[in-house]
């Protein structure tokens, strides 16, 4: 199981990035994802979740301006980051939680499953005054 981060890069104040994030492997479900960021000399926190049945818990510094999608057939996290602000600037990482797959690249009825979490490699968000 590997995720894969895209959509970093610098933007503007008031710009829009959009993060992109795939669970890759033979996937068989996935409880949670989303993304978390780590600014310099700060800790990782939570920018935003989303559940398998699609309820969202997003940051309070983020509400009205980041949304989180996912497309659960392409195991694929979307965050959608408008009005950007120079405090977004971090380094965005995406986590899938209660992955569950199959070893061996096929997955049939009777085959064991894993379970696991993983983390993606981080992205970084630079946004300019």
């Known amino acids: 199981v590997q995720l894969q981060a895209s959509g970093g890069g610098l933007a503007q104040s008031g710009g829009s990035l959009r993060l992109s994030c795939l669970v890759s492997?033979?996937?068989?479900?996935?409880?949670?994802m989303g993304w978390y960021r780590q600014a310099p000399g700060k800790q990782r926190e939570l920018v935003a979740q989303?559940?398998?049945?699609?309820?969202?818990n997003l940051a309070d510094s983020v509400k009205g301006r980041f949304t989180v999608s996912r497309d659960n057939a392409k195991n694929t996290v979307i965050l959608q980051m408008n009005s950007l602000k120079p405090e977004d600037t971090a380094v965005y990482y995406c986590?899938?939680?209660?992955?569950?797959?199959?070893?061996?690249?096929?997955?049939?009825?009777?085959?064991?499953?894993?379970?696991?979490?993983?983390w993606g490699q981080g992205t970084l968000v630079t946004v300019s005054s």
């Open positions: 492997g033979t996937i068989v479900s996935i409880k949670d």
């Open positions: 986590r899938a939680e209660e992955i569950y797959y199959c070893a061996g690249g096929k997955c049939y009825e009777d085959t064991v499953r894993f379970r696991t979490d993983a």
């Open positions: 989303i559940g398998s049945d699609g309820t969202t």
